[in-house]
């Protein structure tokens, strides 16, 4: 919890140093900046989820040569897949662009961020890949020391790029930059000490062909499933601005603590994750039950602080992130769709968790399509004419669908016994 709680702090302390500058084109270009490329690496998550499940289960099973390939083979596809994003990333940024559709300013602005971001895509690819085998292998300090050294870093970044030398939002990018490749050396630095003792690197960790495509096919459905959320989140963010760019900002300010929200109680899902492909791979029932029953008291408790929190100081909190009347004042009106994320959200961060660490992924994948689709749009569709609060009420069936969806499929398969038929 810790650990994830570290990686929305990068967004705040970026959406607080631009929030405080005389404009806010510049926080609301970071914001479809950034959108972009959540959206863009995020829809290479599974370097990052379906690594945790592969090696929780070799972890439970102690192959020790399964852990290790599954990580060398891993870490070579998120490098050539992060090389291939900085060939092909002026297209890319171009069409994302295009279709989030900011007002002519905010455009030029993002276009510089991303086009300084994108040299950050193999370190951040191999982070998922080296965060997700250390979670799996039970080794959650190593990903919080990374975290917290990416952010760290970047806050002191932030405040020199931006506050003293003026580089506003492309200062922003920069830091970004070099944080995450700082992090990955560290995260390469961690991996090396937790290897399995007697694991020597030989030429069959690398594998044939056949074993990454293999890796690619068990995440296909994670990766159907990712770019889903991220669209929809992507048009949240197109919605928004095109009701201006003080709704845009103030949008922005509310996702930010909707990160804090989702990675504060992704935390019990990443323990649950590790646990429960533990268990699936010793074939352990006991244990399965066991994890899933702490996870969920844990989950709902951590949901309740989130709730109290926004309650009694979401005011007070979003203006600490901007001192721009016009923006404070929007994102105070839509505040109370705020306190609603917590308890409507956490159900799906946890159930997430126990399907990922049994990797019964291809459930999460056509939950979230019927949740998206079936749900999100015609409820978004329905309320156009609430405006921006028919946006947000939308975002919250979204989630109710997706945990509705995901809970009947839980108790079906523990009736069943799926769970453990690998």
């Known amino acids: 919890m810790l650990t994830n709680l570290t990686v929305p702090l990068l967004g705040l302390v970026d959406t607080a140093v631009l929030g405080h500058l005389d404009r806010p084109e510049y926080l609301g270009a970071v914001a479809v900046g950034a959108n972009l490329f959540t959206l863009l690496y995020w829809t290479f998550g599974f370097m990052r989820m379906g690594t945790t499940g592969l090696a929780a289960q070799a972890f439970g099973r102690r192959d020790h040569f399964g852990q290790t390939a599954l990580l060398v083979r891993s870490l070579a596809l998120a490098v050539a897949i992060g090389l291939v994003l900085i060939a092909v990333h002026q297209p890319l940024i171009r069409l994302g662009l295009v279709l989030m559709n900011p007002g002519p300013e905010i455009k030029a602005l993002a276009a510089e961020y991303a086009a300084i971001r994108i040299w950050s895509a193999p370190a951040v690819l191999c982070q998922y890949t080296l965060v997700g085998w250390l979670i799996g292998t039970q080794c959650p300090r190593g990903p919080m020391l990374m975290l917290i050294v990416a952010n760290g870093l970047n806050i002191v970044l932030d405040i020199v790029f931006v506050t003293v030398l003026g580089w506003n939002s492309r200062g922003v990018a920069m830091a970004t930059v070099m944080a995450e490749y700082a992090a990955t050396t560290l995260g390469f630095w961690l991996v090396l000490q937790r290897l399995p003792a007697g694991q020597r690197f030989s030429r069959a960790l690398l594998g044939r062909l056949a074993d990454y495509t293999a890796i690619l096919r068990v995440n296909r459905y994670l990766l159907v ?198």
């Open 225 to 422: 499933r990712t770019v889903t959320l991220l669209l929809v989140l992507a048009f949240f963010t197109a919605q928004g601005a095109r009701q201006g760019e003080v709704t845009l900002a103030a949008n922005a300010v509310l996702i930010t603590f909707l990160l804090v929200i989702s990675n504060g109680l992704d935390g019990f899902a990443n323990a649950a994750e590790a646990l429960v492909g533990e268990a699936v791979g010793r074939g352990s029932r006991r244990q399965f039950r066991v994890v899933c029953r702490a996870a969920l008291r844990w989950s709902l408790w951590g949901a309740l602080l989130f709730t109290l929190a926004f309650v009694l100081g979401g005011r007070q909190l979003i203006s600490l992130l901007t001192s721009i009347d016009e923006v404070r004042l929007r994102a105070w009106q839509f505040l109370p769709w705020l306190w609603l994320l917590p308890l409507t959200t956490v159900w799906g961060f946890l159930l997430d968790g126990i399907f990922i660490g049994a990797t019964r992924t291809r459930d999460m994948q056509n939950t979230m399509l019927l949740a998206a689709f079936g749900v999100f749009l015609p409820v978004w569709w329905l309320t156009t004419g609430w405006g921006n609060h028919g946006l947000w009420f939308a975002l919250i069936t979204l989630m109710v669908a997706r945990a509705l969806g995901m809970g009947w499929l839980f108790f079906r398969h523990t009736r069943n016994g799926i769970w453990f038929r690998l």
